[in-house]
T-cell receptor, first 113, second 115 residues
Framework: ETGVTQSPTHLIKTRGQQVTLRCSSQSGHNTVSWYQQALGQGPQFIFQYYREEENGRGNFPPRFSGLQFPNYSSELNVNALELDDSALYLC????????????FGQGTRLTVV | AQSVAQPEDQVNVAEGNPLTVKCTYSVSGNPYLFWYVQYPNRGLQFLLKYITGDNLVKGSYGFEAEFNKSQTSFHLKKPSALVSDSALYFCAVRPFEGGYQKVTFGTGTKLQVIP
């Protein structure tokens, strides 16, 4: 196990609703990234947080937003849910140095109906 | 823009035989390269990485990968496959430069080790 924990593990929401996913980083890691993994696909980078600020974003609309807290835990918020938002959402924590790998949580499976 | 290609959706290999999972990449400048493994309904587990130095990188569970700059490839290998190696494998790249950890993943290769 990596020490990165995500909650909840599964979630079912209705189209148009809002959802918040949570992530606790591995101890000592100050950077958190979020990924969306659709069924049968590789993870797609959503954004990254460092020192409580977003410092990188992938090709996702503004209704995907996040927060990082002083203890380096993080939230992913998605507004106005669409059916295509159904996916496994992965949180990854790392150190803010270039040659380090990211460690992933087990993911939250979001189903939008 | 950076990209990763994993040309095989699935690789089948007999237990005890060597395995290779292919990966090619495209990135501006020098790359950081990674392999991750994913078991059903689980997150990704780090296997190994290439940063600089030796082109042959050794990682967890007996896996290794060979970096080939001229062919822009980073193939994952193991001398003797185990049934427990059956899983989904992802190759990933991020550029050497850049202030954040945007990692681009391939679409994954399902490895099936046949007893």
């Amino acid at each position: 196990e990596t020490g990165v924990t995500q909650s909840p593990t599964h979630l079912i929401k209705t189209r148009g609703q809002q959802v918040t996913l949570r992530c606790s980083s591995q101890s000592g890691h100050n950077t958190v990234s979020w990924y969306q993994q659709a069924l049968g696909q590789g993870p797609q980078f959503i954004f990254q947080y460092y020192r409580e600020e977003e410092n990188g974003r992938g090709n996702f609309p503004p209704r995907f937003s996040g927060l990082q807290f002083p203890n380096y835990s993080s939230e992913l918020n998605v507004n106005a849910l669409e059916l295509d938002d159904s996916a496994l959402y992965l949180c990854a924590s790392s150190l803010a140095t270039r040659n380090t790998e990211a460690f992933f949580g087990q993911g939250t499976r979001l189903t939008v109906v | 823009a950076q990209s990763v290609a994993q040309p095989e959706d699935q690789v089948n290999v007999a237990e005890g035989n060597p395995l290779t999972v292919k990966c090619t990449y495209s990135v501006s400048g020098n790359p950081y390269l990674f392999w991750y493994v994913q078991y059903p309904n689980r997150g990704l587990q780090f296997l190994l990485k290439y940063i600089t130095g030796d082109n042959l990188v050794k990682g967890s569970y007996g896996f290794e990968a060979e970096f080939n700059k001229s062919q822009t490839s980073f193939h994952l290998k193991k001398p003797s496959a185990l049934v427990s190696d059956s899983a989904l494998y992802f190759c990933a790249v991020r550029p050497f430069e850049g202030g954040y950890q945007k990692v681009t993943f391939g679409t994954g290769t399902k490895l099936q080790v046949i007893p």
